[in-house]
Structure formats: structure tokens, C-alpha cells
């Protein structure tokens, strides 16, 4: 259950709307609605939500651009939900701060597993000195790799994809953050180094790198890691 956690629904279609209400409600969330980009800036600054769903086409304010908005005073999260299924609005609105993307139609189940990673993320918290998921065991205070119980020596450059994956679990990081975090703002468009290195790296920590369990690849997104629970 969500333990009443709020979530602000931004979205025009009314069957939508009615839907995630019934379903969210029935989880424990305490729902509230807005249709229109404007009215969702002004209540998500009434109402401090826990949790935001947006929609990308909205009246009035573009769902991009309520989210630009968003992101100049408050890092609450929000997960797009959106008819939308072209790969440059999925990276126009990771990079512009959400934390996730959904396309419609979608799954509920998905949609809840999502906003419990959302939520899990959002609670500040210190960063963990180590991570562990599936049969990967990362100590970041020694820069030890474990793959079922046995060492793993990396490249410098494969251990600092490794490390911000890390520090992001969860999240979506598209090709261009991704870039620029490990190779500088000036590589954002060499996105061959992130097939090339990725595959080393799924070579060494995955049990089947054919059958990544671990780096998920978001298609013509970008890179998750998954996360245990």
C-alpha cells in the first residue's frame, strides 16, 4: 500500500482520469485531478503531492512545458503518461526532468511499479556505500565490483557508467546524460561509445549479457538498471 501518498493527476481526458483515480485509490493514494498545464503548476504548489502523473498533450500549456516549469522549484516526481511514443519526446522529457515515461495505452501494474520506484527515490536519503541487485554486488567506498561472490575488475570508464547508473537505480538516464556525464558535454552525439561500452560491461556482470537482466536498454532512449523488490 502508499501509506496516503498524494498524487496529482494532470491530464484532459476525463476517462483517464477516472480510471487512474478508481485504480490509485484502490492502492491507498490519495488522488487529485487538474486538465490543464497551468492549473497543475498552481496545485502542485497548493498541494506539495508526492507524486505527479503528466500528460504530454494538454491544452492550453504543453505538457513539456509544465514540466520545464516544474523542475525550476521542485524535484517531486513526475512520471509522464502520454499517447506519445516517438523516441525524441521520450528524451525531450527525460531530459527535461521526469523521472519516467509511460506510453498509452499502458499497464496498471506497470504504472504502480513505477511510481513505487518514483517514490522510493524521491525520500531523501543518504547515498547507499553499496548496491546489490539480482547477483550484482557493488562496494562504491572500495570501487569493488562482485558478480556471484567473485571479483570483477573493470575499466575506469566502464566502472564510472557503472557508478552512475548506480546513483540513479531506477531511473531512465537517456544516451545525451549518459554522454555527458562520463565523457563530456562536447561527446553527446557519439552514442557508438554507449553500444560499445555497455556491451563490455554486460559482458562482465550479467549471467547472459544476450539477456541483460540487470542494464536494461530503454529502445532509442537510453539505460535503466534495475533494482531489486
Known amino acids: 500500500m502508499s501509506d496516503g501518498l498524494q498524487i496529482l493527476i494532470v491530464d484532459d481526458e476525463i476517462q483517464i482520469r477516472r480510471f487512474l483515480r478508481i485504480s490509485l485509490e484502490a492502492h491507498g493514494y490519495r488522488v487529485y485531478e487538474t486538465v490543464d498545464g497551468q492549473e ?3 496545485k502542485t504548489a497548493q498541494l506539495r503531492p508526492d507524486l505527479i502523473i503528466l500528460d504530454m498533450g494538454l491544452p492550453g500549456m504543453d ?8 523542475r525550476e522549484w521542485t524535484q517531486t516526481p513526475v512520471i509522464i503518461l502520454s499517447v506519445r511514443d ?5 528524451v525531450a522529457a527525460l531530459d527535461a526532468g521526469a523521472d519516467d515515461y509511460l506510453t498509452k495505452p499502458f499497464s496498471m501494474d506497470e504504472l504502480l511499479a513505477r511510481l513505487r520506484t518514483a517514490q522510493r527515490h524521491a ?24 558478480v556471484k561472490d567473485a ?12 557508478r552512475l547508473l548506480i546513483q540513479h537505480a531506477g531511473k531512465v ?3 545525451q546524460q549518459i554522454l555527458r556525464a562520463v565523457w563530456g558535454p562536447e561527446y553527446v552525439q557519439e552514442t557508438h561509445y554507449l553500444r560499445v561500452y555497455f556491451a563490455q560491461l554486460r559482458h562482465k556482470i550479467e549471467v547472459n549479457p544476450a539477456l541483460p537482466e540487470i542494464i ?6 537510453g539505460y535503466r538498471l534495475k533494482t531489486t523488490g
Open 40 to 42: 497543475g503548476i498552481l
Open 63 to 70: 505538457g513539456l512545458e509544465v514540466l520545464k516549469r516544474l
Open 86 to 90: 516517438s523516441d525524441r519526446d521520450k
Open 123 to 146: 525520500q531523501p536519503q543518504p547515498q547507499a556505500a553499496t548496491f546489490t541487485s539480482g547477483h550484482l554486488y557493488v562496494d562504491l567506498t572500495r570501487r569493488l565490483v562482485m
Open 151 to 162: 571479483p570483477v575488475k573493470l575499466t575506469p570508464t566502464e566502472y564510472a557508467l557503472l
Open 173 to 175: 538516464l537517456t544516451h
Open 216 to 221: 536494461l536498454t530503454e529502445p532509442g532512449v
